[in-house]
């Protein structure tokens, strides 16, 4: 029997998995580089859906799998730390279907504001964690992640890199299930409701799980040798397999998926048949510690090879504990605004006023580069508003009168929404200025949608997250919409320019499709209103 | 086959990662073991882009090691230089000069006028190169597209004679 033979991204080869394995719902927020999961598993036929954040797309997965269905919840690294508080006390309840959190980390910073290494998650919430080398693994071990999950009723964490969700690599697949258990509800409330009667036997049990894992991966967990020369041993886990395979091809090479809890004793045999051990891992010492922990003479990396990718050649040098400093390649050309992008004239005008900007996360933090250089902080999702309110609660008045917080559609649902309701309870003594960047899409992930584009992600017409209107009710004193898309005169500039005086809390939404989006944005739109059309029409027939 | 190493490279918007994604797939239907790299994320904000595709026996990386690719094509002139030291001695360079500017229809169609030219000193039939831009251009697109390819491809030829 001949087995297809397909060539994936690792984050398509994980959708295909879910697929396969029959996974009732997919959730997540988008960011790079695991956007593509969702989007290919709702291209697939899988049900899909964005949620406003991390924390919340957890939550949801929770609920699912409480239920009895499988279901998997995609972020970035920086994500995670959004969707933590409910991790770590999901890790205490029983899931009845599979759950798989999927956790890709940038390591390298490709389009990252920081290079966390979610390893520590793992250890730090108790829970097993996976971790692919190529493509062909990330779809195995979406399937054995679901698997370990249901056997366990515990969530169980794919930590992908860079390197695995975007490279392509061949995948030979396996026969998708055919019958699934159907989801119902099953009272069971000492397992599920973490009040400390009951989260602290689950607490003890959660510790029992981890004993039972690491004894199952000791003896039947994914784990590879490659036999080689015994002088050199190297250990290594994810895409750091790959490269130090390529850059020691007569070295002893020892692999393995489920990177929490570890396989001991499996790492020590190998340990003990190797005169020189080095383990290879990209990011933090997590898996060098751990192994020296448990009294194993393994050799880590310098210092100096924590930042970055690793590659070939970076593996070759620390096999030669070479510190010299590396060839610093050429500059490439940075990213900017896109020319014609509606936030060019909006960060203009904030240059010329001379603004504090308190920024936050997306295209527009690109506002920091010349010509506009008009953005003073950016710190995380949604922090726009809360850092703008520390500047205005501290500095002296002429300062504090010119702060800003500038932040994105999709950015204020995700985590801006608590920031205004902070402004309206903990108003500075000179109000404050918050600008929401509309330009009616996630625009720096690829354009996805979000609860204020009105459209699902499949982008089908849906209920619509009304920015103005909410900051009415929440009790901002001043509100205003302004349409920049003919902006030419200076009603921007007036407006921030007489809202920066007074001592009250304002919001304008600066609304204008990005240019990138605009386009498809009218197929959809145009697509959805035929649809209410067809729909009412076929509504007075009945 | 030993392992073929190579480089696209550009700016956001030029089709960097489509003509990787043709050449890692025409190189896969060839039959061959692929394994195909990128970043992307801002590349859509006009930075710099590039892409690295490996075919053959015993793959392992997924990234090109710098000074190892046996061919690099880059679409950007501003990005030749940056992107040189990805070649190795020896390495061929397909550059943008090697399309003459009027000689496309549709300057979008550069990408695939590059694999055009690199097709020449790489070895995968040309059937897997329809094939592969079929799969991954869209139907109204392939006529010119496919011109583009020849076009890329006499244009190397020209220069190799």
């Known amino acids: ?542 | 086959m030993k392992v073929k190493n190579v480089v696209i490279a550009g700016l956001g918007g030029q089709g960097v990662l489509k003509a990787s994604d043709i050449l890692a797939d025409a190189a896969f239907r060839a039959g061959f073991d692929v394994k195909k790299s990128e970043l992307h994320g801002m590349s859509q904000r006009g930075g710099s882009v590039s892409s690295d595709v490996r075919y053959g026996e015993g793959l392992l990386s997924p990234m090109v090691p710098p000074g190892e690719a046996d061919v690099l094509v880059v679409l950007e002139e501003t990005q030749v230089e940056i992107n040189r030291p990805t070649l190795r001695a020896g390495g061929v360079l397909i550059g943008p000069d090697v399309i003459a500017p009027e000689s496309l229809k549709n300057k979008k169609s550069l990408n695939v006028a590059l694999l055009g030219a690199a097709s020449t000193v790489l070895d995968i039939a040309d059937e897997h190169w329809i094939a592969a831009m079929h799969a991954n251009l869209a139907e109204k697109l392939h006529t010119l597209n496919e011109q583009a390819f020849e076009i890329g491809r006499e244009a190397a030829r020209a220069r190799a004679a």
């Open chain 1, 1 to 542: 029997m001949t087995v297809e033979r397909l060539l994936l991204s690792g984050d398509d080869a994980v959708a295909l998995a879910a697929l396969h394995a029959g996974v009732r719902l997919g959730t997540g927020y988008p960011g790079t580089p695991s956007t593509e999961i969702l989007e290919t598993f709702d291209q697939l036929g899988g049900r899909a859906q964005w949620s406003p954040n991390e924390k919340v797309a957890l939550e949801v997965g929770i609920g699912s799998a409480f239920a009895g269905a499988r279901t998997i919840v995609t972020m970035k690294h920086v994500g995670l730390n959004v969707a933590a508080d409910a991790l770590f006390t999901a890790a205490y309840t029983d899931v009845e279907g599979g759950l798989l959190v999927i956790s890709a980390d940038d390591p390298g910073m490709a389009s990252s504001q920081n290079e966390q290494d979610n390893r520590h998650y793992a250890r730090a919430a108790a829970l097993p964690m996976l971790e692919p080398s190529d493509s062909q693994q990330a779809y195995d071990f979406t399937w054995l992640g679901l698997e370990l999950s249901e056997r366990w009723k515990i969530p169980v964490i794919l930590r992908l890199t860079t390197r695995i969700c975007h490279a392509k690599t061949v995948v030979r697949p396996r026969p998708a299930l055919q019958t699934l258990p159907e989801p119902s509800f099953k009272r069971d409330v000492p397992a599920r409701v973490m009040i400390p009667a009951y989260a602290k036997p689950a607490h003890l049990r959660l510790r029992q799980k981890l004993a039972e894992i690491a004894a199952w991966n000791e003896a039947e967990g994914p784990f590879e040798i490659h036999e080689g020369d015994a002088t050199l041993g190297i250990i290594a886990t994810g895409i750091g397999a790959m490269h130090a395979r390529e850059a020691a091809p007569g070295a002893s090479h020892l692999s393995f998926g489920l990177t929490y809890p570890l396989p001991i004793e499996r790492l020590r045999a190998f340990a003990d048949r190797v005169e020189r051990l080095v383990v290879i891992e990209e990011g933090d010492p997590v898996l060098v510690d751990a192994l020296r922990a448990v009294g194993l003479p393994a050799e880590g990396k310098p210092e100096m090879y924590r930042f970055g990718e690793l590659n070939v050649e970076r593996v070759r040098r620390i096999l030669a504990n070479d510190t010299s400093p590396e060839a610093v390649p050429p500059k490439g050309k940075p990213p900017e605004l896109c020319p014609g992008c509606s936030h060019r004239g909006v960060f203009e005008t904030l240059r010329d006023l001379d603004c504090i900007v308190s920024g936050d996360i997306g295209c527009y933090t690109l506002g920091v580069l010349p010509p506009f250089s008009a953005m003073d902080t950016c710190v995380c999702m949604g922090a726009s508003i809360g850092v703008g309110l520390g500047l205005r609660h501290v500095l002296p008045e002429e300062q504090a009168r010119r702060v800003v917080s500038v932040i994105g559609d999709s950015t204020f649902v995700h985590s801006g929404l608590t920031g205004l309701a902070e402004m309206v309870y903990n108003p500075p003594p000179t109000g404050h200025l918050v600008l929401i960047l509309d330009n009616g899409t996630t625009a720096m992930t690829g354009q996805q949608e979000h609860p204020g584009t009105g459209r699902l992600l499949d982008h089908s017409a849906t209920n619509l997250l009304n920015f103005e209107e909410t900051a009415r009710a929440m009790g901002v004193q001043n509100v205003h919409v302004i349409d920049t898309t003919s902006l030419k005169d200076d009603s921007l500039r007036d407006l921030i320019t007489d809202l920066l005086a007074r001592n009250e809390t304002s919001l304008i939404v600066t609304r204008q499709p990005c240019v990138l989006a605009a386009p498809k944005i009218r197929l959809y739109e145009k697509a959805n209103a035929e649809q209410r059309a067809a729909t009412c029409s076929a509504d007075l027939v009945d």
